[in-house]
């Protein structure tokens, strides 16, 4: 997994988000939405795309773009710096080999 490839290919929008701010959340857009089209990666090879897949299929669309939001603080650079690092959380966790099951013995008991 290359981060520097993969990081060139999101896509970020910004929008108004709900909740606290008073007047000033009427008019400025902080919420901070993060698209990243796993299918049409350059980042990833073939076999890391259909683990993620795999793992993240409840996230990612039929069109196999994964979308993650962060509306958490009142910045737009602080969500959008939350959703990078939630992103390549999100890719770390899915990308680890599962680990292999070690059978045990019945106890007699």
């Given at each position: 997994m290359d981060t520097k490839k993969i990081t060139g290919e999101l896509n970020f929008k910004a929008?108004?988000?709900?909740?606290?701010?008073?007047?000033?959340?009427n008019k400025v857009a902080s919420k901070v939405e993060l698209y990243f089209n796993v299918h049409d990666s350059n980042g990833l090879n073939p076999h890391e795309k259909k683990q993620i897949s795999r793992a993240l299929k409840h996230r990612i669309s039929q069109d196999g773009i994964l979308k993650l939001t962060a509306d958490s603080n009142r910045s737009q650079h602080k969500?959008?710096?939350?959703?990078?690092?939630?992103?390549?959380g999100l890719l770390?966790?899915?990308l680890q080999p599962k680990k292999k099951r070690k059978h045990t013995k019945i106890p007699k008991s």
């Open positions: 929008v108004r988000s709900s909740g606290s701010g008073g007047q000033h959340v969500n959008k710096a939350l959703v990078i690092k939630r992103f390549l770390r966790t899915a």
